[in-house]
């Protein structure tokens, strides 16, 4: 089974932009969660979505948005980037429902400039 | 607030020694608990998984739950320079609660050559 994918694996950008990463689940897999992972803060979640709907949300301000697509496929979004924002975001499927063995993708980690 | 709390380290073992990581927990009502070994710069990889209280073991990795003392415990036997990483405790309510793993920030492992 291939594992967990994320695009793009590094993104450069400017304070005031937004950006946009994709994740693609373990297939069979219909929960996925983000992560941002910072040297000082550790692992902070950010949501988590099943079957399409979030079901859980972490302490982070609105800029920061999720969806979920059919194919369980999952993009994160963040508005106005500030350079607090830069950091390695993880995204973590499992199945959700019955198991909740969680299994981590590569990471993007976006630097904002 | 629920918590997961692991000493960051470092903790330094000779290499052949085993490696004894620990792990408390808050919420009681918790029903699954990982760990996750993290590699600098690479995203978190599940190790184990335990479920119920005992110990269960995978290769050179026990792990270990005491829900009444909310404990958890990671032992690696004939440690390795390569075990030499962070590792991660993560628990989850199960299927109950907010679908919300909750990590710890870790605990740093170096394996002495």
């Known amino acids: 089974k291939a594992g967990v994918t994320q695009t793009p694996r590094y993104l450069i950008k400017t304070r005031g932009q937004q950006v946009t990463l994709s994740c693609s689940p373990i297939?069979?897999?219909?929960?996925v969660s983000w992560y941002q992972q910072t040297p000082g803060q550790g692992l902070q979640f950010l949501f988590e979505?099943?079957?399409?709907?979030?079901?859980n949300k972490g302490n982070f301000p609105g800029r920061f948005s999720g969806r979920q697509f059919s194919n369980s496929r999952s993009e994160m979004n963040v508005s106005t980037l500030e350079l607090g924002d830069s950091a390695l975001y993880l995204c973590a499927s499992s199945e959700g429902h019955i198991s909740y063995e969680q299994y981590f993708g590569p990471g993007t980690r976006l630097t904002v400039t | 607030q629920k918590e997961v709390e692991q000493n960051s380290g470092p903790l330094s073992v000779p290499e052949g020694a085993i490696a004894s990581l620990n792990c408390t927990y808050s919420?009681?009502?918790?029903?699954?608990f990982f760990w996750y070994r993290q590699y600098s710069g690479k995203s978190p990889e599940l190790i184990m998984s335990?479920?119920?209280?005992g110990d269960k073991e995978d290769g050179r990795f026990t792990a270990q739950l005491n829900k009444a003392s909310q404990y958890v415990s990671l032992l690696i036997r004939d440690s390795q320079p390569s075990d030499s990483a962070t590792y991660l405790c993560a628990v989850h309510p199960g299927g109950s609660g907010t679908y919300k793993y909750i990590f710890g920030t870790g605990t740093r492992l170096k394996v002495l050559a």
């Open positions: 979505y099943f079957s399409e709907t979030q079901r």
């Open positions: 297939s069979g897999h219909r929960s």
């Open positions: 335990i479920y119920s209280n």
């Open positions: 919420d009681r009502g918790s029903q699954s």
